[in-house]
């Protein structure tokens, strides 16, 4: 359910579907995507990959944390896009919700660590699934236009 609702996050506001008719439907003939193409699937990938990165430094630090331990904090998972701009969509994962944090555990936090795994694991099947995806519509549609 938890990757089934960031698939939601990360396609919102895309016009996305998973059905290959719509994806070969998408272009406008002139070899550009239009509002609904490949150019968003892209975004959406380009976002779940800089989410990814903002992770990576957030796991690396409780990699090294051997003092705190942090109950009941956060992520806050952020995007920023409009597909009808030509400005670059946004995403940001920060930690939020510090009133909890308690000092001198000697093993650093653990569960939180475990959970910023389980994020990075669901993040890198939603990229693997939507290249799946696509690469299966890819040849679809190769056969369909033959």
Known sequence: QVKQALKTFFGAGLGRSDSCETVASRGDGDGKENEGGVEQEEVRMKSVSNTLV?????????????????????????????????TPDVTSLKMIDFGRVRRNHPEGDPGYLHGLETLKELLIDIIQDEEK??????RTNQVNNN
Request: glycine share 6%; hydrophobic share 40%.
């Open 133 to 138: 995806r696509l690469g299966v519509c890819a």
């Open 54 to 86: 903002d992770l990576r430094m957030i796991r690396r630090w409780f990699q090294e944390n051997k003092s705190l331990l942090f109950c009941a904090s956060s992520l806050l998972l952020v995007y920023e896009g409009n597909p009808s701009c030509e």
